[in-house]
């Protein structure tokens, strides 16, 4: 975590915010554990397990770490991230049963596929 945290702050000296990016190059998954971090305090906030530490939560708040996301980040994280997965793998196919991609990017992705289906249809 502290690796990681260490990682958040280097960004934050240079870019003077910790909105990182997903195709942020030095180190793309920089992005998806600072989301990672997102979903840790809200488990923390609704009272489920959660590996949020007060600890760690005074060192995120120290550097200006926004814990809520805003609004359409986790759309736009996830879209991200299918970006950062077609690069890599140079498809779209997700599986993460055979350990090809996460399991929430593929979720997501299938619901976008689903939502596409229905517009095309003309339904809601």
């Not at 990682?7 to 997903?22: I, M």
């Not at 488990?43 to 805003?70: C, V, Y």
Request: with cysteine; proline share 4%; aromatic share 12%.
């Amino acid at each position: 975590w502290m690796s990681r945290y260490m990682d958040l702050v280097r960004f934050h000296s240079q870019f003077q915010h910790t909105d990182v990016p997903l195709t942020y190059p030095p180190n793309c998954d920089l992005a998806l554990w600072a989301a990672e971090q997102r979903k840790q305090y809200k488990l923390l906030l609704r009272g489920k397990p959660s590996k949020m530490t007060n600890f760690h939560l005074q060192l995120l708040e120290k550097i200006g770490f926004q814990l809520k996301d805003s609004e359409g980040s986790e759309w736009k994280l996830r879209f991200q991230e299918m970006q950062l997965f077609r690069s890599r793998y140079g498809h779209y196919n997700i599986n993460s049963k055979a350990g090809v991609g996460s399991e929430e990017l593929e979720q997501w992705v299938r619901v976008q596929t689903e939502q596409q289906k229905l517009l095309e249809e003309g339904k809601p």
